[in-house]
């Protein structure tokens, strides 16, 4: 509505305040406030899933309007969508899967520079596997008083994919995007029980990622994998909450696995925006970071104390919109496997501890290591071009900086964030479900480790 | 009533008149509310046999009190938009009490749009593209009409053109709109010029087929007529043309309108445009308990508003027609 502020004017009659403002050009606004932001009215986009809370708390707690920003937050189609919306400008930022920056910069899909200053949590996704295929696979996992061991491990599936394979039947499996964590994780779960999730051969026009592929994955929207899975297109898939939460209450498959059980503690969701908007509105684009820090404290504060609440908010239906109690499952610490199998998962969702909100680059680096690993970057690439392209997406200093002014602001304590000689690297790891250790200072080591999955130095 | 001679025949045109009026309510109001409470008490006997993952399928009651959830829902909403102006105001007093300089303004309202909003931007698209498609439309099938030559030049291009789905259109428009509709500060929309658009493209063929039609068939008497007076074309348009073809124009037009609000809601589902489409996708994707009652609330408030424009173009064509006696339906 072009005519608003006139007729807020009208409304409530200041009159003078408003007239001055319809007055005084934007150059003497600059030379009055030089820190002011460069845009106030931001639309950022997101897609209807648990982790987009903290963009939903920045704007409920007044976090953007503290920073002098005004937010509409848009729900989003699909990843696709999403992505193409940042880079023609319709959107100022997104919740992005934390390999949309690093797919499109290297012109994996679409081309161009998105980059991140902000990684918006933990952890949050699972894999739910049907009804049907679980009864079979049930047969091979391991038990204790008549509950499955976890982690349950993907070796348990094998028999299952083998005989589907006996009658001649495909094994379909849903994912989010081609670069979505989804992928990636649902691969390394599937690869490390033996079975071979295809690979991408972008040199040869073949990006469908099912090149020898014992399971076939394919793209579903989050929102729709519950309605796919039950109409018996795919026979599981693997998305973030509420959608495998959904699938328990509705009765329609199992949650076999989270992302917590094959990488303890990974990187999710990021906020991405165009480079062009990072370098247009750099004032702006921090005080953004600002509130989303403060939204992921608030979410993580005195144990998740807040949690109830965020889960109350997140079920209105502009957000998420789920029912309460199915988003409560997994936000407030508990997951639940088969109907009546809740166990305790109180890192399920993780947003502020463990640095979680800090853009590492040793992040961006796993996930361009699962993608020469899968296939979509077609070549080698020497350990440098690793490092050089997570700095070109990753943008620490601008974290850095939002995370200085908190403090100076005494909205946060210094100790909240990591020290100041940090080098974007984080510990090396073996949490991971099949024991390997990743170092992100070794991406060509790395990758040789794995034993399904490209070397460094193969071709397809 | 002492005298039977009198009160008989008065009791007999009582009689007589009861039945008469029995006569004229009976189709008019009986018989629908008939057909209506048969509908609903089906709806509720199949409802509760429907049993889906979100739950068993709403019946006319829980429709009804989802109803009653959006209401509650907008007024929330007007008041957190209270809310937010009014948060501004105080920003905006301290910003200028800092700095009697300063720039302040107010924003538009970044909540979400309500039931109702959506409702008011899909009635405001399909108008748009109703009017747009109409303006083209009309001059179109007048001309197809009156030229023999004109109409055959044409007519394979709109036959052509008429069976073509929506959908069909859309991502064409949607791209093309993008590429051509480009300000800094656009008066509209860009996914409301979209919309429009794809509605008008959709709402053009019934009016052009039907003025044709109405302009090509009209009574050899009037053409005489138009002949003796030696009427200028301009005025043969005015005053013989279109009066005679009238009804014609708006069969037409009604059947646009209807096609353009079927258009509309399949494009806000797949464009994700804000309207009524887009309400019903975003309840589809949240797949709460509550989601399908409120998609039913949706059906049924787009059936009745379709239905609401119907009888709007059927009364501005009562005004507009000559004929005040036609039988019109």
Known sequence: ?460 | MSNPAVAQPIHDTLKSGRRVALKRWLPSVLLPMLGILAFLLFWQLVAGSIDTSLGKFPGPAQVASQFSGLIDEHQREQKRADAFFERQEVRNVAKLAKDPDAKVRIRAYTGKPTFFKQIVTSLYTVLTGFVIASLIAIPLGIVCGLSKAIYSAINPLIQIFKPVSPLAWLPLVTIVVSAVYTSSDPMFAKSFVTSAVTVALCCLWPTVINTTVGVANLDKDLQNVSRVLSLSPLSHVRHIVLPAAIPMIFTGLRLSLATGWMVLIAAEMLAQNPGLGKFIWDEFQNGSSNSLGRIMVAVIVIGLLGFVLDRLMLMLQRYVSWDKNADLR
């Open chain 1, 1 to 460: 509505m072009p005519n608003t502020t006139a007729r807020r004017c009208l409304l409530h009659k200041t009159v003078l305040g408003c007239a001055a403002a319809l007055l005084l050009t934007p150059l003497s606004l600059q030379m009055a406030n030089a820190a002011a932001p460069e845009k106030d009215e931001l639309t950022l986009g997101f897609i209807k899933l648990t982790d987009m809370a903290p963009l939903a708390i920045a704007y409920e707690k007044g976090f953007f309007e503290d920073e002098g920003l005004y937010v509409t937050l848009q729900a989003q189609a699909n990843w696709k969508i999403l992505l193409d919306r940042v880079i023609t400008g319709e959107l100022d930022g997104a919740h992005m899967l934390a390999g949309q920056p690093l797919g499109a910069t290297i012109g994996y899909g679409t081309k161009a520079q998105v980059v991140t200053a902000f990684s918006m949590d933990l952890n949050g996704n699972g894999i739910t596997l049907s009804n049907t295929v679980w009864e079979e696979m049930k047969k091979h996992v391991p038990m204790e008083n008549g509950k499955p061991v976890h982690p349950i491990k993907a070796d348990a599936l094998k028999p299952v994919i083998e005989q589907y394979k006996a009658q001649g039947k495909p094994f379909n499996l849903g994912m989010v995007f081609p670069v979505s964590t989804h992928n990636y994780e649902l691969r390394y779960w599937l690869a490390a029980g033996g079975i071979n999730p295809g690979y991408y051969a972008p040199a040869r026009g073949d990006i469908t990622g099912t090149l020898n592929a014992d399971a076939l994955l394919s793209v579903t929207p989050p929102p729709q994998m519950p309605a796919t899975l039950e109409a018996g297109t795919i026979d599981g898939y693997s998305v973030g909450e509420p959608w495998n939460q959904a699938a328990v209450y509705k009765g329609i498959g199992v949650p076999v696995v989270t992302d917590y059980e094959i990488w303890k503690n990974n990187p999710e969701k990021v906020l991405g925006v165009s480079k062009a908007w990072a370098d247009a509105n750099p004032e702006t684009h921090k005080r953004l970071v600002k509130a989303l820090i403060r939204a992921g404290m608030w979410l993580d504060a005195n144990d998740n104390a807040n949690r109830l609440e965020a889960v109350q908010i997140l079920s209105r239906p502009e957000y998420v919109g789920a029912d309460a109690e199915v988003i409560a499952n997994s936000m407030t610490g508990t997951f639940e496997y088969e109907k009546g199998d809740k166990r305790a998962v109180p890192d399920f969702n993780v947003f502020f501890r463990y640095n979680a909100t800090y853009p590492y680059y040793s992040d961006a680096i796993w996930y361009l290591t699962q993608m020469r690993r899968w296939g979509q970057i077609s070549e080698a690439k020497p350990d440098s071009w690793y490092f050089d392209i997570a700095k070109q997406v990753y943008l620490p200093e601008v974290y850095q900086a939002a995370a200085a002014e908190l403090v100076a602001e005494g909205k946060a304590k210094a100790e909240d964030f990591p020290a100041a000689g940090e080098e974007g690297f984080r510990a090396p790891t073996s949490e991971f479900i099949d024991g390997l250790t990743y170092d992100g200072r070794t991406p060509n080591a790395y990758i040789n480790q794995f034993k399904i999955g490209l070397k460094p130095d193969s071709v397809l």
